[in-house]
């Protein structure tokens, strides 16, 4: 079994998918993202297109594809879809599988079903994404504590943004989860200099020894 990963965040808007791109390149995983709302802008599916540098077949479709930019379970009403979580299953890939959520944790699906639900049931070790900045320990502490409540296995903590040393430390300190490491605030953001960041910045092994 090839390892697999939801990736997952504090907030919406972090650096979840650049962080996912990153992953999916370096690990030359397939990219998943189940749910998705907002078709106006470039989608993530889209993002890991341009910043992976992977082939085209390692995105995968969307289960999902929702007009509006607001939590799937409003998208989905206006777009008069309903989303059935429980046929909401990792695509079976032979390789590394990388999945993006939306938002975080407790977004909901439908009026009755939360991503961290359909987490629950998949079990994958979930990397979560914490942006460096104000605000972010209070965010991923809930984070954390949400994930270790419905026992979903946590991979680790990926930080976003510029290096906060008391933050990241006092986080790897009351977390109960590894610091898998930091990625910069990129300009440029593009696949070289993303691509250069992720395996300075994190030890590739790491993932790739990772149980599914
Ligand atoms: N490490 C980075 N360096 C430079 N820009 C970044 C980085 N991470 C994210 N960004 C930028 O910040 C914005 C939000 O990032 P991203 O789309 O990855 O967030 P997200 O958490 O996946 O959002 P969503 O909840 O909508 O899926 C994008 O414009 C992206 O290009
Ligand atoms: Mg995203």
Redesign the pocket.
Known sequence: MMPRFVVT?TD????????AAGLAGALEAHYWKPVQSGLEEET?SE?VRRLAALPASHVLPEAYRLKTPVSPHLAARLDGVMIRPETLLPPAIDGPLVI?G??GLLVPLTDHVLFADVFTRWQIPVIL?ARTGLGTINHTLLSLEALHRRAIPVFGIAF?GDEQAETQAIIATMGGAPVLGR?????P?TPETLRQAFSSYFELARFQEAKP
């Open positions: 965040g919406t808007g972090i650096g979840k998918t650049v962080f993530d993002t993006e939306a938002g994404c976003i990625l910069p605030r990129l300009d953001l």
